[in-house]
């Protein structure tokens, strides 16, 4: 049952921090008003994970790792509040050039993500693999020396 809260909550955390640590991606308008309008406009459905190498191609994680995936649902709201699987929720801030986006759990765990792409119907994170939450979560744990980013690609 903790094992399960543990990969609940570091899923998305996962989600938030890609959100925030890329740069600035497609969001049709680029003001902040169309931006939040773009990501509180449904709830995000997490599609694909995938990590980059040192090499810089993308691959999917391993098998043993899919429960992340499935069932990872993303609300953000416009009072700048969100809420995650499994009930885990906090607030969340845009950068003023809606490049990143960064979250503050309920129990006061912070990251950044990057925003790599947003669009009506696409949310796509990355963030760096340097994150406690990964070597605890993944099993095995991944060198971060080998996975460099975890790209998140939601939809809805």
Not at 119 to 146: E, F, K, M, R
Request: proline share 3%; glycine share 6%; aromatic share 10%.
């Amino acid at each position: 049952m903790k094992t399960i809260q543990h990969i609940r909550y570091a899923a998305f955390v996962v989600a938030l921090i890609v959100i925030t640590s890329c740069k600035k991606g497609t969001n049709s308008g680029g003001s902040s008003d169309n931006t939040i309008k773009l990501l509180t406009s449904a709830s995000w459905q997490k599609k694909t994970v995938e990590w980059q190498t040192t090499a810089g191609t993308w691959i999917s994680p391993a098998p043993q790792n899919a429960l992340v995936v499935a069932s990872s649902t993303l609300t953000f709201f416009d009072n700048n509040t969100y809420l995650g699987v499994g009930g885990i929720s906090g607030t969340w801030k845009l950068s003023s050039d809606n490049s990143q986006i960064s979250v503050i759990t309920s129990n006061g765990k912070s990251s950044t993500m990057n925003v790599a792409t947003l669009t009506s119907s696409s949310l796509q994170l990355t963030c760096p693999l340097d994150n406690t939450y990964y070597t605890i979560t993944y099993t095995p744990a991944y060198s971060i020396t080998y996975y460099t980013t975890e790209r998140d690609t939601f939809t809805h």
